[in-house]
């Protein structure tokens, strides 16, 4: 079975502040957003592998990673997920499917 890595920002989030102002030009009162990407690696690997693929995928500076260790919020009013409709193209899965072969000399 995959392992899910969540990546979610130490510091304020462009894309969050964003979505706040966003909201705010149609009317809506948001006080804050974080986004948080998660990553959902559907191939059985060796468990020191998934750290290797969170280093990957976070810049330890601005960012964490967290592996099968959803992110706790105390409490929020909205969750919203976005995904990709069937059929459209994901880049950025796509991308993080040639890094991760590269990186740990594997196929998909």
């Known amino acids: ?62 960012e964490e990673a967290a592996i099968d260790a959803p992110t706790d919020i105390e409490s929020f009013d909205w969750a919203v997920e976005i995904g990709y409709l069937p059929g459209v193209t994901d880049n950025v899965a796509g991308t993080v499917k040639v890094e991760i072969g590269e990186l740990l000399k594997i196929k998909f």
Not at 25 to 53: C, R, W
């Open 1 to 62: 079975m995959g392992k899910r890595i969540e990546v979610r920002s130490k510091i304020a989030d462009a894309r969050a502040v964003s979505f706040v102002k966003n909201l705010a030009s149609f009317g809506h009162q948001v006080s804050e957003a974080e986004v948080i990407d998660v990553y959902t690696v559907n191939k059985e690997l060796p468990v020191e592998s998934y750290s290797k693929i969170s280093a990957l995928l976070c810049n330890p500076v601005t």
